[in-house]
């Protein structure tokens, strides 16, 4: 698990996985393919795996794996699933403000 650093500028994201399923894995490679695609602008990412942490989940009121959380900045946004709809996943980043 990586621990999130504060930042100015760009999205601080975690990421909720169960190890390495297929739909984590899936979420992780389409995520990474979508921050590199729109979002060059510093992402810090968190990854959190409810396998080794699993009271992580209650603090975000997680219960699907996996489930991308848009802390920052304002609006936090929840995607759920594998993130290949990239267009979904993009409008939840880029929030409105």
Known sequence: ???PRATKSGLRLRL????????SVR?????KAI???YFTNGVTLEVVDLLQHPARAMA???IVTPTLLKLSPAPV??????LNDTNQVR???????
């Not at 979420?27 to 995520?31: I, P």
């Open 1 to 3: 698990m990586t621990k």
């Open 16 to 23: 909720y996985i169960a190890g390495n399923a297929p739909n």
């Open 27 to 31: 979420a992780m490679s389409n995520l």
């Open 77 to 82: 946004q929840r995607v759920i699933g594998s």
């Open 35 to 37: 921050c590199d695609e």
């Open 91 to 97: 409008l939840a980043l880029a929030g409105s403000k």
């Open 60 to 62: 975000d009121g997680i």
